[in-house]
């Protein structure tokens, strides 16, 4: 029983990275990513844009859709203001048990809060959970076909304020046609398209950053 992608993204984390330092643990990551093994995490040059979007919300309360391995939670994590907080749902227990241990190694596991499960069933819950009002950003990374329904979920349960802003990875590739159209076209929503590439590839790709408009 060999180990997984992750499990050895870890391990280059572990042994290569300066624990308590987000920073070293992106660049380890990315390193690892490029010249090792390619892995799905938003990557650098997506993450510059994430981190822009990120640092412009200034977010108390952030939700990740998606965690993987935790590239990207450590990415908005560490941008986050004094007691600013980032939920992030993950549905694979063995993504979630390597992410848990990346965030850590991170030095940021308290602003941080992972839960496993599937997005669908957790959304409904954030208020009671996490007495969660509303969030002031999003980040889409998880299954693709769960874009559009998980955002119309945090619509109905009350989830999203005027100014909410959704980050949603992947728009190009793999792609998330249903969705796009629906941000684009509908009118509580103000989207723009941040042209990139898939991560660690020439592929295209790119960010579509959509405003709920209440
Ligand atoms: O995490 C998951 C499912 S897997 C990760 C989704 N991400 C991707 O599939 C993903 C894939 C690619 C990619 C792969 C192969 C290619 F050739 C090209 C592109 C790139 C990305 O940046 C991605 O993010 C989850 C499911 C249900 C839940 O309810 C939940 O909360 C979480
Ligand atoms: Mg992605």
């Known amino acids: 029983t060999g180990s ?18 987000p920073q070293s643990v992106i660049a380890t990551i990315d390193d690892f990513c490029r010249h090792s093994e390619w ?3 938003v990557g650098d040059e997506k993450g510059l844009i994430l981190d ?4 412009e919300v200034n ?11 935790g590239y990207s939670t450590v990415r908005i994590a560490r941008l986050l203001p004094p007691g600013g907080r ?3 749902l993950e549905f694979n227990p063995a993504y979630a048990a390597v992410a848990r241990q990346v965030i850590a190694w991170a030095g940021i596991q308290d602003k941080v809060q992972l839960v496993e499960g599937p ?13 969660v009002q509303t969030f002031d950003f999003v980040f ?4 693709k076909d769960r874009y559009l329904p998980d955002a119309k979920l945090l619509e109905e349960c009350g989830l999203l304020r005027e100014g909410t802003v959704l980050l949603a990875d992947n728009v190009i590739c793999p792609g998330t046609p249903e969705y796009l159209q629906y941000v684009r076209n509908s009118p509580r929503y103000e989207s723009r398209y941040f042209k990139s590439h898939l ?4 592929v295209e790709d790119g960010l579509e950053k959509s405003v709920f408009l209440g």
């Not at 997984?4 to 330092?21: M, N, S, Y």
């Not at 822009?52 to 640092?55: N, P």
């Not at 889409?140 to 299954?143: I, Q």
Request: charged share 20%; with cysteine; glycine share 6%.
């Open 4 to 21: 997984t992608r992750p499990q050895r993204l870890l391990r280059a984390v572990q042994k290569k990275a300066t624990q308590g330092d």
């Open 39 to 41: 892995a799905m995490n």
């Open 52 to 55: 822009s979007i990120v640092s």
């Open 59 to 69: 977010p108390s309360t952030a939700l990740e859709l998606g965690t993987y391995c």
């Open 86 to 88: 980032c939920i992030t």
């Open 119 to 131: 997005s669908g069933d957790l959304i409904p819950q954030m208020k009671e959970l996490f007495g």
């Open 140 to 143: 889409l990374d998880h299954w």
């Open 199 to 202: 991560e660690y590839t020439k």
